[in-house]
């Protein structure tokens, strides 16, 4: 069960930029770092973003991460057609004490 | 290089069990937590638990914890789910993930499909 909160989708024109939320609660975002996952069609998800703003060697830096207070966003510069995918965030919530997804973004590039 | 493998796909009848492998190669095994995490079709991810291959030790999803169990092969660098008592709604592609940064699934194995049907 997710609890933490994504638009379904979002769209752009090649080359602009979209930005995803993420929302949450002060046991999971509030108090643990974010990471970011990319799911393109019929794939394993991809780790895009971890520890908040980190990105993993070979993701490029049109992919940037921050987080403030209980919520998290992704944002995706100079869009491009490969880009469209699922893009879920992910934290550890300490109340739970399990690792929560976020309910998924479609990105669609128009 | 880094990978994790995993089972082929697999077809079963409700009420009966299922188990699922994934294989570690490319690193120390004992060093980094492996979690599943499943997504039924068209549905988000769902985190069911983690094993410490190290130490053998498990943290299960709530939702799941009656159900689901894990365990590690040291000798084979594997790592086992299973899941008991499969209903419709355990379809789903089940992945294993390497945990590497806090919180941040860097390697993914390539997925599952376990079709509970009648």
């Known amino acids: 069960q997710s609890v933490l909160t994504q638009p379904p989708s979002v769209s752009a024109a090649p080359g602009q930029k979209v930005i995803i939320s993420c929302s949450g609660g002060?046991?999971?975002?509030?108090?643990?770092?974010v990471s970011w996952y990319q799911q393109l069609p019929g794939a394993a998800p991809q780790l895009l973003i971890y520890?908040?703003?980190k990105r993993p060697s070979g993701i490029p830096d049109r992919f940037s991460g921050s987080k403030s207070g209980t919520s998290a966003t992704l944002a995706i510069t100079g869009l491009q057609t490969g880009d469209e995918a699922d893009y879920s965030c992910?934290?550890?919530?300490?109340?739970?004490?399990?690792?929560?997804f976020g309910t998924g973004t479609k990105v669609t590039v128009l | 290089q880094v990978q994790l493998v995993q089972s082929g796909a697999e077809v079963k009848k409700p009420g009966a069990s299922v188990k699922v492998s994934c294989k570690a190669s490319?690193?120390?095994?004992?060093?980094?937590?492996l979690h599943w995490v499943r997504q039924a079709p068209g549905q988000g991810l769902e985190w069911m638990g983690m094993?410490?291959?190290?130490?053998?030790?498990?943290t299960y999803a709530q939702t799941l914890k009656d159900r689901v169990s894990m365990t590690r092969d040291t000798s084979t660098n594997t790592v086992y789910m299973g899941l008991s008592s499969l209903k419709p709604d355990d379809t789903a592609v089940y992945y294993c993930?390497?945990?590497?940064?806090?919180?941040?699934?860097?390697?993914w194995g390539q997925g599952t499909l376990v079709t509970v049907s009648s």
């Open positions: 993930a390497r945990v590497r940064a806090p919180g941040a699934f860097d390697i």
């Open positions: 992910g934290t550890w919530d300490t109340r739970l004490s399990a690792y929560v």
């Open positions: 094993i410490n291959p190290g130490g053998g030790t498990t």
């Open positions: 002060d046991s999971d975002i509030g108090n643990n770092y």
């Open positions: 520890e908040n703003d």
């Open positions: 490319g690193y120390t095994f004992s060093n980094y937590y």
